[in-house]
């Protein structure tokens, strides 16, 4: 089973996060980090 560095995991997370956003506000990183509990670090890169 071929599995994902930690970076991209985070990466597709993130975007994920960011397609289901709808509001017209940009998201900050922070509320990413929080919704799919990934390190804020990692989204501010």
Do not use: C, S, W
């Amino acid at each position: 089973m071929n599995r994902f560095p930690i970076k991209v995991t985070y990466g597709i997370m993130a975007t994920v996060e960011l397609a289901r956003h709808k509001d017209t506000q940009p998201l900050q990183a922070k509320v990413i980090a929080q919704r799919q509990r990934i390190p804020t670090r990692f989204i501010e890169q």
